[in-house]
């Protein structure tokens, strides 16, 4: 990758999911929360994390509602489904294995 901060392709949704695990959080609340966790290395988009959020909640591992933010404006709040639960922990599984494959294949002789 020539920039840290993009995002390998498949992985937005685990981040998402991931960010949403702890409790509902609005879209710069997630985005502010991958960019946290991950140090800044990642940094999410409004013109990636929109699309992203209403795929998700297409596929009912998210659900939206409005509520009012900490600077009192309106914004939509996200949370985990438990279909959302059961696919984070799906992605992670694949995550992991991903993460070895490459490894593996870094690590072994030419």
Same mark, same amino acid.
């Given at each position: 990758?020539?920039?840290? &901060? ?7 949704? *685990? ?10 959080? #609005?879209?710069? +609340?997630? =985005? ?6 991950? #140090? +800044? ?6 013109? @990636? *994390?929109? !699309?992203?959020?209403?795929? %998700? ?7 939206? =509602?409005? +509520?009012? &933010? ?9 949370? %985990?489904? !438990?279909?959302?639960?059961?696919? *984070?922990?799906?992605? /992670?599984? =694949?995550? #992991? /294995?991903?993460? @070895? ?6 690590? &072994?002789?030419?």
């Amino acid at each position: 990758m020539s920039d840290p &901060s993009e995002i390998i392709q498949g992985t937005l949704d *685990l981040l998402i999911l991931r960010a949403l695990q702890a409790g509902a959080r #609005h879209g710069l +609340g997630i =985005s502010d929360r991958i960019a946290q966790v991950t #140090h +800044g290395v990642f940094v999410v988009r409004a013109g @990636s *994390l929109f !699309p992203a959020l209403r795929r %998700l909640e297409q596929r009912g591992w998210i659900v939206g =509602s409005w +509520g009012e &933010s900490e600077n009192k404006r309106r914004a939509r709040y996200y949370r %985990l489904t !438990p279909p959302g639960r059961r696919q *984070l922990e799906r992605e /992670k599984r =694949s995550w #992991h /294995k991903t993460v @070895s494959a490459i490894n593996w294949m870094l690590e &072994s002789e030419a």
